[in-house]
Nanobody, 126 residues
Framework: QVQLVESGGGSVQAGDSLRLSCAAS????????MGWFRQAPGKEREFVAA????????SYADSVKARSTISRDNAKNTLYLQINILKPEDTAVYYCAGRPTGAPQVMLSRRYYNHWGQGTQVTVSS
């Protein structure tokens, strides 16, 4: 059974930092692109960041580009997202996404990914 399990969310103050983690199990995502998406209440799920299978290439949404780092540890089957200088508009449920044996290059579209975690809530108060 393929599983992606996010952790690391929470309630924080504006200006704080968080590191989200996504543990993959059941199948290897090691050589495939993975991504982070988020969904705020009443809004569509949106792209946040993506990383290539080997972790060499990354891409970010403009809203987080200067404040975030996506990374992966393939030996641990874990994906990370570090977000600094959090803002109230970052409040959302954050989801990791993957596609086992998928493309190795960075993939930005949510329609590409066929496995999703359950999400972790990030709430930023001003």
């Amino acid at each position: 059974q393929v599983q992606l399990v996010e952790s690391g969310g929470g309630s924080v103050q504006a200006g704080d930092s968080l590191r989200l983690s996504c543990a993959a199990s059941g199948r290897t995502f090691n050589s495939s692109a993975m991504g982070w998406f988020r969904q705020a209440p009443g809004k569509e799920r949106e792209f946040v960041a993506a990383i290539s299978g080997r972790g060499i290439s990354t891409s970010y949404a403009d809203s987080v580009k200067a404040r975030s780092t996506i990374s992966r540890d393939n030996a641990k089957n874990t994906l990370y997202l570090q977000i600094n200088i959090l803002k109230p508009e970052d409040t959302a449920v954050y989801y990791c996404a993957g596609r086992p044996t998928g493309a190795p290059q960075v993939m930005l579209s949510r329609r590409y990914y066929n496995h999703w975690g359950q999400g972790t809530q990030v709430t930023v108060s001003s």
